[in-house]
């Protein structure tokens, strides 16, 4: 399966591998329709619901957790969603706090929660990706 980056658009904004596991970042209000336009693959392709695999439809909102299948070949990427730490599919204020409490060791995260919560892109959850995400929930900037 392969994924094309589509900067400037509202679809891919990296493809990550970490751990041997395979990461694609989405910007936040990507649908499966958007995203499924740049995956190219022989297989046929889905995104599953994190929580019960069921198959999420065309105009679906993409979420963090969520899974790109390519059906048949076991290849997979867990969609990322930048700011969606909470994996609702929403950017609101929830995501803010669990991020901070994140940040303040309070609890634990998974690593495409971790991805999703650092918009400052430094590789680390501190205060700039907090103030960078209320922001974004607030509308004074348009992009994470």
Known sequence: MNLTQQHGGTCIS???????VN???VNPGTNVQSLLKYVKSDASVSVKSANNGEVLGGEATLATNQLLVANGVNEKYVIVV????????????????KLN????GQIDINQAEFLAGDVA??????VSDIIKLNK????QISNL
């Open 136 to 139: 974004f929930r607030l509308g």
């Open 121 to 126: 892109e430094n590789s680390e959850i501190n």
């Open 101 to 104: 409490k994140a940040r303040l």
């Open 23 to 25: 990461y694609v970042i």
């Open 82 to 97: 930048k700011g969606d730490v909470n994996a609702d599919g929403n950017i609101d204020w929830s995501d803010v706090l």
């Open 14 to 20: 990296k493809v990550k591998q970490i751990d041997g």
